[in-house]
């Protein structure tokens, strides 16, 4: 089907199941639950998941394939977003070409970048896009300031000419007359699930990222981007040239960026040169990394977790913690040592935890991927393979093959 083995096509099946179930699957908990803290179930996290999820897989094309580390991914990202914003001043509020305009535009910068970047390797090479992404942050704020509007950003305004637009349109990113922020709700057994037309347009567009990105895992071409990584002085030795899948593999993920930041910019419709920061470059690879690089599922579990924990750990205030924590004595903290506090101990556990979220979320992101780095060097993938371990009936003799049978070719989502 469609290309792929039977295998392939059950993968790809499931993830289609998932990625439209998303609604319920982070809207698990009613909504007069103590946890329902922890629900994610609204649109903006959902279509959050579905983009970052996308430019995560454009950055694995690259840098799992390959292993060229780009710190500078974050400069397609944003223009993506501000081609897209162009369209929706100059042209028509409808999303798609928006979005067809972001990934060209992305295509061609990631082309520029790619040439001039790919002349060296290796940590080199990193320095090189992390120099190119900083240098269009800058140019954002300062030269370019006639096309991006400097620190304002750009806006969609109902002053905009929109030549294909009427008068009578709506003035918000819409498919086809259909606004990406319309929802419909259902309520059912305490639970309020949300189903919403920006996150559904997001959803789709990430699948068919995701079936393009699992043909070029099993095409040739990626069997060639695998040998670049395994080893570019072997391959050139045959008389192959890596330069030119090095530099296919660089523009399609810069496109892969650029599609992201198209959507961003559909959702919200306004771009700014924060989406360009060296930070947001640091952030895909974070994604990349924890969920498994290499990996086809790796970098969107990665991206979902991420933008999870930001949404979710950063609400958390001290105010929720106090109340989290209610149940501990009210003794204070010092009481019986040489000096002496007010404070209760459920004061000096709130304190505590509020280290690790609101503002401090980042502290449990980087204590995460710390741990995921030291112990699970294959990311969430490779987590989950240990648990489904567990669970599988070892084969006989340990493992021995005394008839050396071949073994079969492992799967992309592995």
């Given at each position: 089907?469609?290309?792929?083995?039977?295998?392939?096509?059950?993968?790809?099946?499931?993830?289609?199941?998932?990625?439209?179930?998303?609604?319920?699957?982070?809207?698990?908990?009613?909504?007069?639950?103590?946890?329902?803290?922890?629900?994610?179930?609204?649109?903006?996290?959902?279509?959050?998941?579905?983009?970052?999820?996308?430019?995560?897989?454009?950055?694995?094309?690259?840098?799992?394939?390959?292993?060229?580390?780009?710190?500078?991914?974050?400069?397609?990202?944003?223009?993506?977003?501000?081609?897209?914003?162009?369209?929706?001043?100059?042209?028509?509020?409808?999303?798609?070409?928006?979005?067809?305009?972001?990934?060209?535009?992305?295509?061609?910068?990631?082309?520029?970048?790619?040439?001039?970047?790919?002349?060296?390797?290796?940590?080199?090479?990193?320095?090189?896009?992390?120099?190119?992404?900083?240098?269009?942050?800058?140019?954002?704020?300062?030269?370019?300031?006639?096309?991006?509007?400097?620190?304002?950003?750009?806006?969609?305004?109902?002053?905009?000419?929109?030549?294909?637009?009427?008068?009578?349109?709506?003035?918000?990113?819409?498919?086809?007359?259909?606004?990406?922020?319309?929802?419909?709700?259902?309520?059912?057994?305490?639970?309020?699930?949300?189903?919403?037309?920006?996150?559904?347009?997001c959803a789709v567009i990430a699948?068919?990222?995701?079936?393009?990105?699992?043909?070029?895992?099993?095409?040739?071409?990626?069997?060639?981007?695998?040998?670049?990584?395994?080893?570019?002085?072997?391959?050139?030795?045959?008389?192959?040239?890596?330069?030119?899948?090095?530099?296919?593999?660089?523009?399609?993920?810069?496109?892969?960026?650029?599609?992201?930041?198209?959507?961003?910019?559909?959702?919200?419709?306004?771009?700014?040169?924060?989406?360009?920061?060296?930070?947001?470059?640091?952030?895909?690879?974070?994604?990349?990394?924890?969920?498994?690089?290499?990996?086809?599922?790796?970098?969107?579990?990665?991206?979902?977790?991420?933008?999870?924990?930001?949404?979710?750990?950063?609400?958390?205030?001290d105010n929720v913690l106090h109340?989290?924590?209610?149940?501990?004595?009210?003794?204070?903290?010092?009481?019986?040592?040489?000096?002496?506090?007010?404070?209760?101990?459920?004061?000096?556990?709130?304190?505590?935890?509020?280290?690790?979220?609101?503002?401090?979320?980042?502290?449990?992101?980087?204590?995460?991927?710390?741990?995921?780095?030291?112990?699970?060097?294959?990311?969430?993938?490779?987590?989950?393979?240990?648990?489904?371990?567990?669970?599988?009936?070892?084969?006989?003799?340990?493992?021995?093959?005394?008839?050396?049978?071949?073994?079969?070719?492992?799967?992309?989502?592995?």
């Amino acid at each position: 089907m469609l290309g792929l083995n039977k295998r392939d096509t059950s993968f790809l099946l499931i993830v289609i199941l998932l990625t439209l179930s998303t609604p319920f699957l982070m809207q698990p908990f009613a909504e007069n639950s103590p946890l329902a803290q922890f629900n994610g179930g609204y649109p903006d996290l959902m279509a959050k998941v579905a983009i970052f999820g996308i430019f995560a897989m454009g950055f694995n094309i690259l840098f799992g394939l390959t292993g060229y580390l780009s710190f500078g991914h974050a400069a397609f990202l944003g223009v993506g977003s501000y081609a897209a914003v162009w369209m929706f001043k100059l042209l028509t509020l409808n999303v798609l070409p928006a979005v067809i305009l972001a990934v060209i535009m992305s295509g061609l910068f990631s082309l520029l970048i790619g040439w001039i970047s790919l002349r060296r390797s290796g940590i080199y090479f990193s320095i090189l896009t992390l120099a190119m992404a900083e240098m269009s942050y800058r140019l954002a704020y300062s030269v370019l300031t006639p096309l991006t509007n400097g620190e304002t950003g750009l806006q969609v305004r109902p002053t905009d000419p929109r030549i294909l637009d009427s008068a009578t349109s709506a003035n918000y990113p819409n498919l086809f007359g259909l606004e990406l922020s319309a929802s419909y709700h259902w309520k059912v057994l305490g639970h309020d699930f949300t189903f919403n037309v920006g996150f559904y347009f997001c959803a789709v567009i990430a699948i068919i990222a995701f079936y393009i990105s699992m043909r070029v895992f099993r095409s040739p071409f990626g069997m060639m981007l695998r040998a670049v990584k395994s080893n570019q002085q072997r391959m050139s030795y045959t008389g192959l040239n890596p330069r030119p899948y090095t530099l296919a593999a660089f523009v399609i993920s810069g496109m892969y960026a650029g599609l992201a930041g198209g959507l961003l910019a559909a959702m919200d419709p306004l771009a700014g040169a924060e989406r360009m920061q060296w930070t947001v470059g640091g952030e895909v690879v974070i994604m990349t990394i924890l969920g498994g690089a290499g990996t086809l599922l790796g970098p969107v579990l990665g991206a979902g977790a991420i933008k999870y924990l930001e949404n979710i750990f950063s609400k958390i205030n001290d105010n929720v913690l106090h109340d989290w924590f209610s149940f501990l004595p009210d003794t204070p903290f010092w009481a019986g040592f040489p000096f002496y506090s007010d404070a209760s101990i459920e004061d000096a556990v709130v304190w505590f935890f509020s280290r690790f979220t609101g503002e401090g979320w980042a502290l449990t992101l980087g204590l995460m991927f710390m741990l995921v780095v030291t112990f699970l060097p294959g990311g969430l993938v490779e987590g989950g393979k240990r648990i489904g371990g567990l669970f599988r009936r070892k084969p006989k003799g340990d493992g021995d093959d005394p008839e050396h049978h071949p073994q079969s070719t492992p799967n992309v989502a592995e």
